[in-house]
Each structure stands twice: as C-alpha cells, then as structure tokens.
C-alpha cells in the first residue's frame, strides 16, 4: 500500500507541469493584443504603426514558463502606419514586398523564466521571406479570470531587428537602419 501511495505520488509530481500547462490563442479579435513597430525617419523623429491582422497561439505554464512554445502568423498587407500613401510605399518590392511575401511569422524556439516575471523569448521570425533568430525581452503583466467565464494571461515584449538582415533594401540613413517592435499579447485559455 505504501508502494502504491509513493508510485502515486511520484507520479502526480512528475505530471503535475504537464496537468498546469495551458494552451491559450492570442485574442487579436477583441484588440486586446497589438503588434506595433517604430523607425526612426532620417534620424530626427518616429515613424510608428502597427500590423492590423495576426494570429497566434501559445501553450503556457506558469509554474514552468521555460516550457513555453509560441506561434505568431502576421498578415504583412495589414501594416498600418496611419497614412494611406506611405503604407502603400512600405507593401511595395522596397520594403517589405508584400506581393511576394504577404506572410510573416514568429516561432519561439526557447523561453527563459529571469524571475520576477521578466522572461526571455528566443525564436525565429520570418519577415519577406528571410528567417532569422530574434530575442524578445518579455514581461509576464498579469492572469485569471475575465469577465465571460474564461481565463486569459497577457504578456509584453520588445525586440529590435536591423532591416538589412531581412533584405530589406530601402535606406533611410544611418540612424534609420533598425526597426524596434513593440508586443502586447493577451491570449484566452482553450
């Protein structure tokens, strides 16, 4: 009898991470998650905005983040920079070329827990049809209950990515070169 009840202990420890491990879908329906960017323009002030359309998934334990995996697909057409002209100039061949590459896409391959709720995310993004390693810096903000009888945790994070690495051939001058991406990330538990 106290075999079974240390085997069934044994157990219940071992499978507890995989019992509290959830998986979530990014709630981009209810625009409680946004994809932003900002450049420099020519060294003198910000250029921001934003990816309208996305999804993603992610499966989350917060007694063990490190098991964390993520997915992020980014309808490229969809950048908005709040100026009709200029979003048409950004989906053209000489930046992000959206003819050929409408699709891009974030997978983690790593998640680190730092402590006090500061993680860092390793993966690979997809941007115009070049795939690199990026980290974020992720912040976990908060989770439980909501409202509808669901549950949800949100996230932030940022990262910087430099636009020759994706082979986007447009140049801005020196001081125009990298894009910093700004993520907030609510998902609903399934």
Same mark, same amino acid.
């Given at each position: 009898?106290?075999?079974?009840?240390?085997?069934?202990?044994?157990?219940?420890?071992?499978?507890?991470?995989?019992?509290?491990?959830?998986?979530?879908?990014?709630?981009?329906?209810?625009?409680?998650?946004?994809?932003?960017?900002?450049?420099?323009?020519?060294?003198?002030?910000?250029?921001?905005?934003?990816?309208?359309?996305?999804?993603?998934?992610?499966?989350?334990?917060?007694?063990?983040?490190?098991?964390?995996?993520?997915?992020?697909?980014?309808?490229?057409?969809?950048?908005?920079?709040?100026?009709?002209?200029?979003?048409?100039?950004?989906?053209?061949?000489?930046?992000?070329?959206?003819?050929?590459?409408?699709?891009?896409?974030?997978?983690?391959?790593?998640?680190?827990?730092? %402590?006090? +709720? $500061?993680?860092?995310?390793? @993966?690979?993004?997809?941007?115009?049809?070049? !795939?690199?390693? *990026?980290?974020?810096?992720?912040?976990?903000? %908060?989770? +439980? $209950?909501?409202?509808?009888? @669901?549950?949800?945790?949100?996230?932030?994070? !940022?990262?910087? *990515?430099?636009?020759?690495?994706?082979?986007?051939?447009?140049?801005?001058?020196?001081?125009?070169?990298?894009?910093?991406?700004?993520?907030?990330?609510?998902? *609903?538990?399934?």
């Amino acid at each position: 009898m106290k075999k079974l009840l240390l085997a069934s202990a044994l157990a219940g420890a071992l499978l507890s991470p995989i019992a509290n491990a959830a998986d979530y879908i990014v709630d981009y329906k209810g625009a409680h998650a946004s994809i932003n960017f900002k450049i420099k323009h020519l060294g003198y002030s910000w250029l921001t905005g934003r990816f309208d359309k996305f999804d993603g998934k992610f499966n989350y334990d917060a007694k063990n983040p490190e098991a964390t995996k993520i997915v992020v697909n980014i309808d490229a057409t969809s950048i908005n920079s709040n100026h009709a002209e200029r979003d048409k100039h950004l989906r053209n061949d000489d930046v992000l070329d959206v003819s050929k590459y409408a699709a891009a896409k974030f997978e983690s391959t790593s998640v680190k827990d730092l %402590g006090n +709720g $500061k993680l860092e995310v390793k @993966g690979n993004l997809t941007l115009r049809g070049v !795939t690199k390693p *990026i980290i974020i810096d992720a912040e976990k903000i %908060g989770e +439980g $209950k909501d409202p509808w009888g @669901g549950y949800r945790v949100g996230f932030s994070g !940022t990262t910087r *990515i430099k636009m020759a690495d994706y082979g986007i051939p447009i140049q801005l001058g020196p001081q125009s070169t990298h894009v910093d991406l700004d993520l907030h990330i609510e998902g *609903i538990r399934q």
